[in-house]
C-alpha cells in the first residue's frame, strides 16, 4: 500500500523548471542577439517590431511544415 511508502525527507520545497533556466544565455528571437532575457533589453523597447517579428517567423514555419507533410 501506498502509506507505507516513506515521506519526502528535508525542508527544501521541490522545485519546477525548464531546461532554459540552467543556460546562463539565449538567443533573442527578434534579432538573435545573446541574452539572459526571452526577448533581449534593445527589442523588449520594440515591442510591435517583436509581435511581427515573432508573427512571420511562426507564419514561416508553418508553411515549412506544411510541405513537409505534403
Known sequence: KWSSCPAAVGDEPLR?????????????PVCDELTQLGVCERCRAEPQRVAVTLHHNLRVWEQQQDQLLK
Not at 519546477?16 to 533573442?28: D, E, M, P, R, V
Open 16 to 28: 519546477k523548471g525548464t531546461i532554459s533556466q540552467y543556460f546562463t544565455t539565449l538567443h533573442c
